[in-house]
């Protein structure tokens, strides 16, 4: 059946919506990066790692914490960052899952945090952690 300018008329039996949408979006680009990515010297992830760590975030991900920047860094590793105050960052090494957590206080000390990401706990221990910085400097 057409309507008066030729478009078909589409019918919607169903709609996913995808959790962490923006997040989701970025593990897709990320997951394309091929070694040598960076100037001949950028390492790329292994996919079925990164698919992984992206399916347990972009699922876990709480709505309280406002959504990092998400970058590869040249060791492969993934790079969270939040443009706020104390600039709070997390490494994340997709190989030994190993989650560093680095800001800054309002004193200008540093914080510093290692988390280890094997299970579903492991996220939300990492989550709670975040929310007492991330939470608090978005006050």
């Given at each position: 059946m057409t309507h008066g300018i030729g478009f078909k008329k589409l019918y919607v039996n169903n709609i996913d919506v995808i959790k962490n949408h923006d997040l989701a979006i970025?593990?897709?680009?990320?997951?394309?990066?091929?070694n040598g990515w960076y100037d001949g010297q950028g390492v790329a992830p292994d996919v079925n790692i990164l698919k992984t760590v992206a399916y347990e975030i972009t699922e876990s991900y709480p709505d309280y914490l406002v959504l990092p920047n998400i970058t590869l860094t040249q060791e492969g590793t993934l790079l969270?960052?939040?443009?706020?105050?104390?600039e709070p960052s997390v490494d994340i090494n997709l190989n030994d899952h190993i989650v560093f957590y680095h800001s800054f206080s309002t004193n200008g000390e540093d914080i510093e945090k290692d988390f280890s990401l094997v299970n579903k706990e492991d996220y939300q221990l990492m989550y709670s952690f975040l929310s007492l910085y991330i939470q608090s400097e978005l006050s």
């Open positions: 970025r593990f897709d680009e990320i997951a394309q990066y091929q969270f960052e939040w443009n706020i105050e104390g």
